[in-house]
T-cell receptor, first 113, second 114 residues
Framework: KAGVTQTPRYLIKTRGQQVTLSCSPI?????VSWYQQTPGQGLQFLFE???????NKGNFPGRFSGRQFSNSRSEMNVSTLELGDSALYLC????????????FGQGTRLTVV | DQQVKQNSPSLSVQEGRISILNCDYT??????FLWYKKYPAEGPTFLIS?????DKNEDGRFTVFLNKSAKHLSLHIVPSQPGDSAVYFC?????????????FGKGTKLTVNP
């Protein structure tokens, strides 16, 4: 079956702009989580959505937001981009809220210049 | 405050030998632990997990050991193969509440030399 699909794979934006990243989970998976990976901080949890509701949120400023649609696809948005937002953004899907393994997409590499 | 720590940024072993990757955590509320492997330009791939009610879980060449009193877990790979060369992340979570917030360590880069 198809894996987690993230689009676009690469993105270059200018400081101050906004960006929207997309994640299509594995068919049948209703939980989608987003993570930011940077060399200095490693993988950090952004937020998790389940059945269109945000279930949990990490320690990121309000410029980072997300949503989930009825088909479980999710988007995350970052407004007023800063240079420090340059990172690999990873999406993970899980069948439900239980302790099942998370499947990650290949990520979107965002570069802010 | 880093709740999950992987103190060795890198590890190099010979093919066929054992690789031992270590991970320490500080939050006693964590009760479920996972290991992920990551190749460059790819997302992390789930390897193996362990619940806090166990002290060992095995899957083929991979074994995870959990020492709750020491808040320490380790991943053993036996025998190590060149294809195991990757960055390994330890992750932890609390199983209550239903939400799955994984807290990751910063990773250990494993190099298996032929």
């Amino acid at each position: 079956k198809a894996g987690v699909t993230q689009t676009p794979r690469y993105l270059i934006k200018t400081r101050g702009q906004q960006v929207t990243l997309s994640c299509s989970p594995i068919s049948g998976h209703r939980s989608v989580s987003w993570y930011q990976q940077t060399p200095g901080q490693g993988l950090q949890f952004l937020f998790e959505y389940f059945s269109e509701t945000q279930r949990n949120k990490g320690n990121f400023p309000g410029r980072f937001s997300g949503r989930q649609f009825s088909n479980s696809r999710s988007e995350m948005n970052v407004s007023t981009l800063e240079l420090g937002d340059s990172a690999l953004y990873l999406c993970a899907s899980r069948r439900d809220r239980g302790l099942t393994e998370a499947f990650f997409g290949q990520g979107t590499r965002l570069t802010v210049v | 405050d880093q709740q999950v720590k992987q103190n060795s940024p890198s590890l190099s072993v010979q093919e066929g030998r054992i690789s031992i990757l270590n991970c320490d955590y500080t939050n006693s509320m964590f009760d479920y632990f996972l290991w992920y492997k990551k190749y460059p330009a790819e997302g992390p791939t789930f390897l193996i997990s362990i619940s806090s009610i166990k002290d060992k879980n095995e899957d083929g060449r991979f074994t995870v050991f959990l020492n709750k009193s020491a808040k320490h877990l380790s991943l053993h790979i036996v025998p190590s193969q060149p294809g195991d060369s990757a960055v390994y992340f330890c992750a932890a979570t609390k199983s209550t509440g239903g939400s799955e917030k994984l807290v990751f360590g910063k990773g250990t880069k494993l190099t298996v030399n032929p």
